[in-house]
């Protein structure tokens, strides 16, 4: 937009001096090329009264005026006879061939034409102060163009000014800032624009908030009672004989432990969105490793491999809020175990770039889909596990709110060789010393 309004203002002043300065130059272009003439018709009248006088005074004098006038200006002068004079008693005037040619007839007593004074002016030094009249006003133009030029990105800056401030809030507000509010400046109407999204933006504020409150109490109550149940359950399979009410006790503990990872994701996935702790610089080699020490057992009863590929020069440390990194690779890790078949390897590889570090999760199992992939991160999405669609679908949404929390993004690419690449992408911070 401030392109066009710099083009449109640039556009507007080239119309103005267009409409003034050319008819201007064309003036004074007719100006100097009527007062050239006319000077020279004057002086070619005067030689052709002396020429039509016939006197030897009369000729002397001619003969005098005319090396005088070649003398002090460029042009020349010449006698023509009677017959050369093309229309009798008429004066003559052509431009052309770089040069200006009046010619006079002379008349003498009765009407007679004796001859005609033929002034040959060339127009070398006119067309010289012409192109000088003509690009004087073109560097002129040029100048002004640019002047107004800058003055109209300033001015197109400043009208635009609230526009932008409106561009960012709404930016920001759709990457997740909900505390985002544009400043009310600017013409009346981007004020009220500027007011009703603010508006706006408070009452979703405080709509989602209250979501993420009932959310997260809701969790918080249904555990304790999903606990009990889990409980009792357990009792009633230790005294239960029959085999069917044993099988019937454990598909429904299978369901009530199946609604505790929903309801505990729920809670997890409330407090993360309430952002209630800031970024730290964390040691990110200690972290994984501790991670992996926790999953590793889990994974050699399947026959499943960790293994941990990367270079850690430097012990470099990522910016995470504490926790958040804990619970990412641990829903990652779930979800890779998950799909792995027996006597695969699940690598988790790192690298470091100049100020950022990517963490990827590479499993050995059936993959997604891009169909698939575009749906992962959406809540309460299953995928297919080797039993079927497991989990509660909220692995990879927490995921992904603890990781754009801290600055980072998240990423499904297909795994060389087959399987899945879950690639989590975070800030680095200052690279911590020691072996």
Same mark, same amino acid.
């Given at each position: ?32 090329? !009527?007062?050239?003439?006319?000077? @020279? ?54 431009? !052309? ?16 034409? @004796? ?23 073109? *560097? ?9 030029? !800058?003055?109209?990105? *300033? ?57 993420? *409150? ?142 950022? @570090? ?39 949404? *927490? ?37």
């Amino acid at each position: 937009m401030i392109r066009q309004l710099i083009v449109s203002y640039v556009l507007l002043v080239a119309v103005a001096l267009t409409a003034f300065t050319v008819p201007v130059a064309f003036t004074l272009t007719a100006q100097l090329r !009527g007062d050239t003439e006319e000077s @020279v018709r004057r002086e070619a009248r005067t030689m052709a009264l002396l020429l039509a006088d016939g006197d030897a005074a009369s000729r002397a004098a001619l003969t005098r005026m005319s090396e005088a006038y070649a003398a002090e200006t460029p042009g020349t002068v010449a006698v023509l006879p009677a017959s050369a004079t093309a229309s009798a008693g008429k004066t003559t005037a052509h431009w !052309g061939d770089g040069a200006l040619k009046v010619t006079v007839p002379a008349v003498a007593d009765g009407g007679r034409t @004796v001859g005609a004074i033929q002034v040959t002016y060339p127009t070398s030094d006119l067309t010289s102060r012409l192109w000088r009249i003509w690009g004087f006003r073109a *560097i002129l133009a040029v100048g002004v163009l640019a002047v107004a030029a !800058g003055l109209g990105a *300033i001015v197109a800056r400043r009208l635009t000014r609230p526009l932008r401030q409106l561009n960012e809030m709404a930016s920001r507000f759709g990457d997740g800032d909900l505390t985002a509010r544009s400043p009310v400046t600017g013409p009346p109407e981007t004020q009220q624009l500027a007011r009703t999204l603010n508006s706006g933006a408070e009452r979703l504020d405080i709509l989602i908030d209250s979501q993420r *409150i009932f959310v997260a109490d809701a969790s918080h109550q249904l555990r304790t009672p999903l606990t009990a149940l889990r409980l009792s359950l357990d009792n009633i399979a230790d005294g239960a004989d029959d085999f069917f009410v044993r099988e019937d006790v454990e598909q429904a503990t299978a369901e009530v432990v199946r609604m505790s990872r929903l309801v505990n994701g729920l809670l997890v996935l409330a407090r993360a969105e309430a952002k209630v702790s800031a970024a730290e610089a964390l040691p990110l080699r200690e972290l994984v490793e501790e991670r992996l020490s926790v999953w590793r057992p889990a994974a050699e009863e399947r026959g499943v491999t960790i293994a941990l590929e990367g270079e850690f020069g430097g012990r470099p440390a990522v910016l995470a809020s504490p926790g958040h990194l804990d619970q990412v690779l641990d829903n990652v890790l779930s979800n890779a175990l998950e799909v792995s078949p027996d006597g695969t390897t699940i690598t988790v590889r790192v690298s470091v770039d100049a100020d950022s @570090v990517e963490l990827s999760v590479l499993d050995q199992g059936p993959g997604m889909s891009d169909a698939d992939k575009s749906r992962a991160f959406d809540r309460f999405w299953r995928g297919q596990g080797l039993t079927g669609r497991s989990g509660s679908g909220l692995g990879l949404a *927490i995921v992904k709110q603890l990781v754009t929390d801290d600055g980072g993004t998240v990423a499904l690419r297909d795994a060389p060789g087959g399987g899945l690449c879950v690639a989590v992408s975070l800030r680095q911070a200052a690279a911590r010393s020691g072996g």
